[in-house]
């Protein structure tokens, strides 16, 4: 379904941010909940437009941190400032099982914001299509599936239109891949109108097509905090190559692998056996790739397929504080040396 943000809004709204451009700004912000020291003098500040995306392990400080932007926790210590227009609306995590149908809980959560019964009506139908949320809007909430209710809970902070500060707890989680692509386009275009957005999110396909900056949290503080171009070294496209490469004697092989920029992984493949030749699979990053099939042939190997293959981000080193990009090449370091020490088999 095309989104048309004018059938939605009078005018496409601006949040009107301070005259820093700032939106929202923690400063050393700590939180304590019971026993936990949830929060560690955290500062963050979202811009005009800006999308932050939280990442860390389970525990760490994620929806918490949100609360505090929400305003329904309040820091221990620290400072919170907000530009003095524009709203925050969030999906934080679980939608409580209410009494009511999906549509009647929307309904009277867009009346709350006073929002006009025309527009609102218009709004329910167009984001319950993107969602493919169908017949369940009409369905009790306590009798949806988790999906389901997970995306009731998104359409409820999205009724208002992209003006403003949107906090997101695990947005994708739970939902079938359709919806996910809708939503994320949907949140791409708002970002592009001016909207702003902080979410916590463990899938590389949010952060890769919308994250500013990611934060990593561990622990209630932040590990390491990573910029878009930190972000754009590791989602650069691959492609996977096959080669034979028998015969060779180990010291070209050596030779053609150490020090080659663009290789992100390499190894001897035992399933092609029935081809007949131990097979090579390689992966390379797209603008290396002529230069790497042109080494393997130049070395005597031949090829057998290459396949281009979309990027991903490795989730599990970004929450261990590696550089998304340092994450690939220990990927490449680790399977050199499994290949040096097994060199031998291949002559
Ligand atoms: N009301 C509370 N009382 C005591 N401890 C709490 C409370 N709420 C959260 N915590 C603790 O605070 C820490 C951070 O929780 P939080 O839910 O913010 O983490 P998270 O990163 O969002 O985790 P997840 O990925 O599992 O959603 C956890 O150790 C949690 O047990």
Known sequence: MGWRTSRFFDKAGKTAAGSNGRIISLQQVSKRLGDVQVLNDINLEVGQGECI????RN?????????VLAGMLLPDSGSLCKSRHGRIMYALDGLSRLPFTSREYLWEMGRIRGMRPEVLRLRIGELSELLFVGAALDQNLPQLSKGTL?????IQA????????????EPLS????????????LLRQWKQEGSQIVTACHEPLLIERLADQVIVLQKGTVLRRWSQEDLQQAAEPTVSIQSVMEGLEQSVIDAL???QPGIIACHRSMV???YGREVWDWKVSRSSADRILGMILAAGGSIVSVQPEES?????????GRHPGEAISREVAENLSSISTAGGDLQ
């Open 53 to 56: 995306v939280l990442v860390g």
């Open 59 to 67: 525990g760490s400080g994620k929806s918490t941190l949100l609360r």
């Open 150 to 154: 997970q995306k009731v809970n998104l």
């Open 158 to 169: 999205l009724l208002p239109g992209p003006d403003g500060l949107l906090l997101l707890d």
């Open 174 to 185: 739970g939902l079938d891949v359709p919806a996910q692509e809708a939503i994320v386009a």
């Open 257 to 259: 692998l150490v020090d």
């Open 272 to 274: 092609r056996r029935d």
């Open 312 to 320: 991903r981000l490795n989730m599990e080193g970004l929450m261990e």
